[in-house]
């Protein structure tokens, strides 16, 4: 079993800063982040995809960065120039040994 533990989020102005970070209870490869806003699916942000492998949505290429300090079991999503539209729940998904594990979940909202 996998228990993952996120933190970072909060309120920020439009094109303002924040960092997600996510422990893991164990070192996994595949991990990433995702988001849910209000009244939609739940949507992939940024992920790793193997050891050093990344994907990003589109909406968030250049403005995003998915980092790994695997000495910290963790992933870090570093997220710049905040738009409304980024304003969401943001968790932490670890696929391991074919199953998904997702945190708890980081409000994310990006308001004047």
């Known amino acids: 079993q996998v228990q993952l533990v996120e933190s970072g989020g909060g309120l920020v102005q439009p094109g303002g800063s924040l960092r997600l970070s996510c422990a893991a209870s164990r070192s996994i490869n595949t991990m990433g982040w995702y988001r849910q806003a209000p009244g939609k699916q739940r949507e992939l942000v940024a992920a790793f995809t193997g050891r050093t492998g990344t994907n990003y949505a589109d909406s968030v290429k250049g403005r995003f960065t998915i980092s790994r300090d695997d000495a910290r079991k963790s992933v870090y999503l570093q997220m710049n120039r905040l738009e409304p539209e980024d304003t969401a729940v943001y968790y932490c998904?670890?696929?391991?040994?074919?199953?998904?594990?997702w945190g708890q979940g980081t409000q994310v909202t990006v308001s004047s």
């Open positions: 998904n670890a696929y391991y040994s074919g199953i998904d594990y």
